[in-house]
């Protein structure tokens, strides 16, 4: 069985598909009809979502919600007592955009958050001479069967940090090489990455957020930082954490079973991906996948069917957090004609070639790699932050071209649609969206 669109429901919010199955790691076998095997990765979410500690923010009463959590946070700061009977704090630093993180297991390194506790983290801030307040930690979220409550702090400023906690085998990572090191079948590694990656997006918010974009004013944190507020009285503008939407799109010629593929100067050579765009103000997704696909390669597209969507906290740090929504766009014209400052090169790709390059492309190895990699800068035996060794591992010698890896949307636009042949040869069938001709 190659194919991966195995169920579809409709969405309460667009009105349109979702026709993304997510499962588990499938290997398909080698078909009689197909010269060669083909990986298909299926995962329960996609990396940065699924975070283990926001699906139910607690009610205002209990302990465990935002304004609880952070009235006895600051009761124990004030009576300098540190650590609280219950709930459990525990608290993850982040250094210019990096958590912390460690590592264990020498044969398979697996990377892990590197939470303190509370009193921890004020005695470590202490001995860089900088003040704990309760201002500075950001509310994450809660598990109440653990009796835990996660908070974020920026300790970018206490530079003797590093080398104290490195003397406990802890580092601060790019949250991309995080990324790329995190095993996608592993659940706890997969929850870890989305709640780093929702720290960073919050904190990174925080960083850009200081003044009150309508007075001026400096803005201060509330409800234990999840939103902010100007300090001017006369204004008092509250503000919110700022998410940026972005489509992305595998534009398809269904007449010839073929994908557009497309390269950007800034790719790795032979990495091809999917185009993608911000939407405007006042343009709705379909609207943004149409003109974003015209602007760049001259090509209509009519029917636009949404796929799945992806936070993406390791854009720009002026972007928090983007949210990437992934749409099957089917072409009306064929001919390219690419805008050259936009886009190096754009291609229509054929299925079989598609499904070889992923055939090809060694994602698994680069994510051991990686592992490794994290597991050395741990342990103090690495120290650098490049990615380019990961995107050469995780290309193949062989492959002309390869795509980015599983923990990315356009990994999986383009895995779907390559797998959604069956092997007798017959497309799957497809949904269509009652809304494609707006
Ligand atoms: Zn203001």
Known sequence: MLCLLSSSSTSHVLSLYKIFSL???????????LPFST?????????????????????????FSPNSAFQTLKTLLSSHTHEPSSPNFK???????????RSTGDLAPNWHLGWLSLGDCKTLLENSEVNLIEESLVYLGSKSEDDVVYWA???SEASGLVNELGSRQFCFVELRTLMVATDWVDARAMGELAIAGHARALLEWHNISRF???CGGKTVPMEAGRRKQCSNESCKKRIYPRVD?????????????RALLSKQSRFVPRMWSCLAGFIEPGESLEEAVRRETWEETGIEVGEVIYHSSQPWPVGPSSMPCQLMVGFFAYAKSLEINVDKEELEDAKWQSREDVKKALALAEYKKAQKTSATKVDHMCKGVEKGQSLSADFNVESGELAPMFFPGPFAIAHHLISSWANQVGVNGVEAKQPTSSLSSL
């Open 23 to 33: 499962q588990s790691l499938i290997l398909t076998r080698p078909s009689s009809h």
């Open 39 to 63: 990986m298909s990765i299926n995962l329960s979410s996609h990396a940065f979502a699924g975070n283990p500690i926001i699906s139910k923010t607690p009610k205002p009463s209990d302990p």
């Open 91 to 101: 608290v993850l630093p982040f250094r210019k955009g990096r958590p912390l993180a």
């Open 153 to 155: 702090i920026d300790v």
């Open 212 to 214: 009150c974009g309508h």
């Open 245 to 257: 939407p972005v489509v992305i799109m595998l534009v398809i010629d269904r007449e010839n079973d």
